[in-house]
């Protein structure tokens, strides 16, 4: 009966395996919105990592949370480092491409609770009078990552923190110009 378990186990293993195996390596996230403020200060308040505290969907996982900052204030080679619980990890975020009022890019690492290097861009497009967001992120996915991923959706997991962080974004945009 040992026996017979056994092979029922390794079957199963095996399949998920091959199934993993299957899966696409690249994935992506998006999500979008549009501001109702200037696409100059929207883009600002991106741009700029010391912002990112007050819009982001992650800040309050732990407030006990460590960060910093290095490089330049905004724009490329600014960057920011932050450690927290289980909940918040540890990584760090750099800019390292900006086309004033049209795009930012950013290396996303993040170091626990696993280790992984993703792409971010933010788009931005003015919209009459209005700013168009799109937030992306965008990855490899290693073998574990393929199979984790049969169990859990990246669209489902990031993509509801990001509606989270471009409503805060939206909210702050639209209360005010970057301070």
Known sequence: ?????????AVILALVAIVAALQ?????????????????SVFARVNDLHQFKTWSPWE???PAMTTSFEGPPAGPGASYTWAGNAKAGEGRMSIITT?????????????????????VEFSFKSVGDKTSVVWSMSGVNGFMFKVVGLFMNMDKMVGGDFEQGLANL???SEAGAVK
């Open 99 to 119: 086309q004033p009022n049209a795009l930012i890019q950013m290396k996303l690492e993040f170091l626990k609770p696993f280790k992984a290097t993703n792409t």
């Open 24 to 40: 696409p390596a690249a994935f992506r996230v998006e999500r979008s919105t549009t501001i109702s403020a200037p696409i100059a």
């Open 60 to 62: 309050k996982l732990d």
């Open 170 to 172: 939206k909210s702050l």
């Open 1 to 9: 009966m040992l026996i017979k378990i056994l092979i029922g186990l």
